[in-house]
């Protein structure tokens, strides 16, 4: 069984300031993780994606995320914080060796402020 | 260009009025899912399917049915919709080399009376 913790339904910063977003896996393999985000309006689409390569991924738009094999975590960075990086942002954990169902967490809505 | 594509994307019906949520996709991935989205629940699955004709139920399969006649569609029914499917809707499909990543549809807002 997986599962993904998001701490914080609600993060906000200031422009200019630096973004984390955490998320926390449970996984009884190896597991693929994905951030994706959802701007207003819009469906959700991949921002970056970890899967057993290089354990620090980039992703579009300044976003990048570290996975902790230890710490069982995929927090999202990115080192300033711009107008129009608010959205709501998912993080996802599926089985590389099973199915293709992947497990959201609830979701974190990034707030920046001017 | 690859895309998902769903209609409609805006609906307000009423109680126990039948309707359909078509879902179509051009990248002959296998997988294909339905979620819905509500607030402070994020994303929940309430079907699947891994390829034509092969279904399965997700997290909260409960007031809906999906079909898999074609690989390229499938189509979200509500039966007899109620105010609780009041949500916003989305498909999403994988495959191939994509290795587990989503490819999401626009969404669909539904509104139940």
């Known amino acids: 069984a997986q599962s993904v913790t998001q701490l914080g339904s609600h993060v906000s910063v200031s422009e200019g300031a630096l973004v984390l977003l955490r998320c926390n896996y449970s996984?009884?393999?190896?597991?693929?993780l994905f951030w994706y985000v959802q701007y207003p309006n819009q469906g959700l689409q991949l921002l970056l994606k970890?899967?057993?390569?290089?354990?620090l991924v980039k992703g579009i738009n300044g976003f990048e995320a570290e996975f902790k094999k230890s710490e069982t975590s995929f927090h999202l960075t990115k080192p300033s914080a711009h107008m129009s990086d608010a959205a709501e942002y998912f993080c996802?954990?599926?089985?590389?060796?099973?199915?293709?169902?992947?497990?959201f967490g609830r979701g974190t809505s990034l707030i920046v402020h001017p | 260009e690859a895309q998902v594509t769903q209609n409609p994307r805006y609906l307000i019906t009423v109680t126990g009025k039948k309707l359909t949520v078509t879902c179509s996709q051009n990248m002959n991935h296998e997988y294909m899912s339905w979620y819905r989205q509500d607030p402070g629940l994020g994303l929940r699955q309430i079907y699947y399917s891994m390829n034509v004709e092969v279904t399965d139920k997700g997290d909260v399969p409960e007031g809906y049915k999906v079909s898999r006649k074609e690989k390229r569609n499938f189509p979200l029914i509500l039966e007899s919709p109620s105010p609780n499917q009041t949500s916003l809707y989305f498909c999403a499909t994988t495959g191939g080399s994509s290795y587990n990543e989503q490819f999401f549809g626009p969404g669909t807002r539904l509104t139940v009376l």
């Open positions: 996984s009884s393999v190896p597991p693929y």
């Open positions: 996802a954990v599926s089985d590389p060796g099973g199915s293709y169902i992947p497990t």
């Open positions: 970890y899967t057993s390569a290089a354990t």
